[in-house]
């Protein structure tokens, strides 16, 4: 079998290659794995998808919905620009980025690449929310009426957003991924997510999070193959005001997300200069 990967460093993307199996290698090398289904699997029913004349997924045909009227976010995602993991403000001006002094001196210092080893995803560990979203590599969203599963190929990891009305505990254990909930406005679904470790960079080039870290997000389908999340990011330890951003999705019509296994085979360290591996 062969299958097209493109690998992904430091922002740059590198190199096209075909190849027989697939080498998981870590953020920083991350694979884009838009892989089409039958690739893996044999007889795959056709995809509930509208289609052209042509017979090609007519992606700006209208945004599904479930019985109840909602709309259907369900779907293999992808980013529709991937600049955004390296710089989650590349279409903000510098000043609209509030730190506080210490976070200003600390991205400074990071971005300038000598702390690269210490990225998380350098050393497989996971890449937080919302720069998992925006990871060159797609991500599958399963919605019901009680929660949203969203299964990231990325290192494998997941998350849930519940929508049954519960709250976060204030002494949950901190986490990468935090603790996230979800309520619709009118065709928005807006997911609140607390409880962060504040390891996780927000972005490649170093912008801090605390454990103070709160991020809004926004979802809303466009249409059937565009989906639009609105990221805020509140955290007043290492900001002096919450800011905005907003990232745009795909839809991957005809694709599937793969297995990646970061630890099975990661080169990032041997060649990241600077910092310690921690």
Known sequence: MKIRCV???MGVWQ??????????????TLLLLSVPAHAQWLKVPPAKVP????????????????????????????PANNRYVQNIAADLKPEDVPYQPWAKALFDERKTGAHSKEDQPANCLPQGVPR?????????????????AIVYEAFNLWRQIFLDGRE?????????????????????????TKGFNGKAWID???????????????????????????????????????????????LLADGEVMEAICNENNR???HLPGGSSK
């Open 7 to 9: 690998f992904f460093v």
């Open 15 to 28: 190199m096209r290659i075909e190849m027989k199996s697939v080498i998981a290698l870590s953020a920083a």
């Open 51 to 78: 289609r052209t004349a042509e017979g090609k997924p007519n992606l700006s045909a209208p945004a599904p919905r479930l019985l109840d009227g909602k709309p259907d976010l369900s779907g293999i995602w992808e």
């Open 132 to 148: 998992i979203n925006a990871a060159p590599a797609p991500w599958k969203l399963v919605q019901t009426p009680a929660f949203i």
């Open 168 to 192: 976060v505990a204030p002494d949950a254990p901190p986490s990468w991924l935090g603790y996230s909930t979800g309520k619709w406005q009118g065709d928005a679904l807006i997911v609140d």
């Open 204 to 250: 490649q080039l170093g912008r801090p999070s605390t454990d103070a870290l709160h991020v809004i997000e926004r979802f809303q389908r466009k249409d059937f193959g565009h989906m639009e999340i609105q990221i805020t990011i509140d955290d007043p330890n290492a900001y002096t005001k919450p800011w905005t951003v907003t990232e745009q999705f795909r």
């Open 268 to 270: 990032d360290l041997e």
